[in-house]
């Protein structure tokens, strides 16, 4: 069983930035970020593999850069250059390693999640 907390979300002006923060008890594989905003489906962000591979959705490329210490099992997103757009409830997950190769944007393919933080680009 793996349970994931995020932290770090918050208000920010349009192209400021923040970092978010999802911390991993039990053993983790590929993570991923992803985002929702009410009415809609989640969307994935980006994802990290075991080999520390990282793949993004277009529009957040050369904006958010994922990555994770291992030796804290813990996953980062720093966002720079925000957007009203890039408000959204932030969501971590973690799942299989088969999903870095097959389905990493594919919310589905996770098995846990964290609680979610609020992440407001202000215009």
């Known amino acids: 069983q793996v349970q994931l907390v995020e932290s770090g979300g918050g208000l920010v002006q349009a192209g400021g930035s923040l970092r978010l923060s999802c911390a991993a008890s039990g053993r983790t594989f590929t993570m991923g970020w992803f985002r929702q905003v009410p009415g809609k489906e989640r969307e994935f962000v980006a994802a990290?593999?075991?080999?520390?591979?990282?793949y993004y959705t277009d529009s957040v490329k050369g904006r958010f850069t994922i990555s994770k210490d291992n030796a804290k099992n813990t996953m980062f997103l720093t966002m720079n250059s925000l957007k009203p757009e890039d408000t959204a409830v932030y969501y971590c997950?973690?799942?299989?390693?088969?999903?870095?190769?097959?389905?990493?944007?594919?919310?589905?393919?996770?098995?846990?999640w964290g609680q979610g933080t609020q992440v407001t680009g202000s215009s």
């Open positions: 990290i593999g075991w080999t520390t591979l990282s």
């Open positions: 997950a973690a799942g299989p390693r088969s999903v870095e190769y097959s389905g990493n944007s594919d919310y589905r393919r996770y098995d846990y």
